[in-house]
């Protein structure tokens, strides 16, 4: 992947495609932070530790940013003449805008079921 000048479109293509893929990693992260805590019989996620929500928090917001920024680069590049990559315009586009979506369903879901234990 090059570094040049993000106004090309195909460097915009990779760009969002890198970024799109880099997001699902966080992304993971904090669905696995999440389950690992559910509790199915009170239908809450317990944590007890004080570094648990920074944690959990900042794999959600890197993810988002991430996929966010991999969407936007993905549909500015797509369907560009000059773009000799559409087909990483479009994964950048599709990866970045699922995963931004099961972002906000994760932080939705950790809003409504979080449970703190007193330590």
Do not use: H
């Not at 760009?15 to 997001?23: K, T």
């Not at 805008?97 to 932080?107: A, K, N, P, Q, R």
């Amino acid at each position: 992947m090059g570094f040049g000048s993000i106004r090309r479109y195909d460097i915009q293509a990779s760009w969002g495609y890198a970024l799109s893929v880099f997001s699902v990693l966080p992304l993971v992260g904090g669905a696995y932070l999440a389950w690992r805590n559910y509790d199915g019989m009170l239908g809450q996620i317990i944590y007890e530790s004080k570094l648990y929500v920074p944690l959990f928090v900042g794999c959600v917001l890197l993810s988002m940013v991430a996929g966010a920024l991999g969407c936007l680069f993905g549909f500015s590049s797509a369907g560009q003449r000059r773009n000799d990559r559409p087909v990483r315009s479009w994964i950048g586009f599709f990866v970045g805008g699922g995963v931004l979506t099961f972002d906000v369903i994760l932080l939705i879901a950790f809003l409504m079921l979080r449970l703190a234990q007193p330590a």
